[in-house]
């Protein structure tokens, strides 16, 4: 069995907020208080529909990961906001949405697909369409001063396309990492980080060793974006991906060859959507998605890789948690304090 393979009895500690099912008011309020201390958010228009949305934090070592799904709304840091936070700089791929305003000072348009990295420090005003974001916050302490400094808000198509695809990768892993691997993990993202951002030690970024970690990631979403066809070929993954069949084959060698990971890749798709507490769809939603014949295929060959139905997984995996939400907001901005 793979480490991908592997799960916790207790995964990384995790911070849920939803405003489903309330009052508009209510919800609009308990959204602003979860964005209170890094953004003041309000309607696009006066008119308008009031913020909502929902969002999951968890602890990864000494950065904070996260997937947020939002309304339309405006959102603004003003000085009195950047002063009274930390150091720490977001990664942010918006999976859908854009968001269209100024940060720092400069005209900025981050659209579907991109990836933005915005500092804690830097002013901020815009409108943001309905979307769906994740990524990291990463201590300043961690990067060093100049690659931050040298580096604008978005990537080259290249570093985009690998830091996407290693966003979600990780992303995909939090619901079944362990409290005990949550510091190596923090240590991976933190050197992929380096290595992507210092072009004098990645000159190919895409045919280049020093990012394979990145590839696999890359190859990876490909997949994981075309479950659903039939025709999914070492050839269709290499072109998507723009390198050689050789360098897609020996990246995957010694985990028995492409295919192999493609099969798994199915699984571990359904076994992290059943895991994420953000995740919705039913279980034949799921089957139809990720390319099984029917639902009892889908249970079958999950049982036989996890040893257990997946609806008796899910429902493992959604323990309730009291209705404190004040006392878990203070958790996450404890830990974005501790962020530097």
Not at 57 to 83: K, N, P, W
Not at 115 to 130: E, H, P, Q, T, Y
Not at 196 to 203: E, I, K, N
Request: glycine share 8%; with cysteine.
């Amino acid at each position: 069995m793979g480490a991908d393979d592997m799960t916790a009895d207790a995964g990384l500690p995790y911070f849920y907020l939803t405003t489903s099912g309330l009052p508009p008011g209510e919800a609009f309020e308990r959204w602003r208080t979860l964005m209170a201390p890094m953004y003041e958010v309000g309607p696009t228009t006066p008119s308008a529909v009031l913020p909502f949305g929902r969002n999951i934090a968890y602890q990864v070592g000494d950065l904070v990961a996260h997937r947020t799904i939002l309304s339309a709304q405006r959102i603004q840091r003003d000085r009195r906001r950047v002063e009274a936070g930390p150091d720490h700089v977001l990664f942010q791929l918006w999976r859908t949405g854009r968001y269209r305003g100024t940060i720092a000072g400069r005209s900025a348009s981050v659209a579907s697909g991109t990836v933005a990295l915005i500092a804690r420090r830097n002013l901020l005003d815009g409108m943001l369409d309905r979307s769906d974001t994740t990524g990291f916050v990463v201590p300043c302490a961690r990067l060093p001063a100049l690659t931050r400094e040298g580096h604008g808000l978005l990537f080259d198509a290249a570093r985009n396309r690998l830091l996407a695809a290693q966003i979600l990768s990780v992303y995909r892993r939090l619901p079944t990492t362990s409290p005990d691997a949550a510091a190596r993990l923090a240590d991976e993202i933190v050197a992929f980080l380096h290595r992507l951002l210092d072009s004098s030690q990645a000159s190919d970024v895409l045919e280049g060793q020093e990012l394979d970690g990145g590839l696999r990631a890359l190859a990876r979403a490909i997949v994981h974006e075309n479950l659903s066809r039939a025709d999914l070929s070492p050839e269709f993954i290499a072109g998507q991906m723009q390198v050689s069949r050789a360098t897609l084959y020996r990246l995957y060698e010694p985990e028995g060859g492409v295919m192999h990971f493609v099969q798994g890749e199915r699984l571990k798709a359904v076994h992290a959507a059943l895991t994420d507490p953000m995740e919705t769809r039913t279980l034949s939603r799921l089957a139809e998605v990720f390319a099984f014949s029917s639902v009892s295929q889908l249970s079958r060959s999950f049982r036989n890789r996890y040893g257990a139905a997946p609806r008796a997984w899910r429902a493992s995996r959604r323990v309730s948690h009291p209705d404190d939400s004040q006392g878990a907001l203070q958790q996450v901005w404890t830990w974005l304090r501790e962020t530097r």
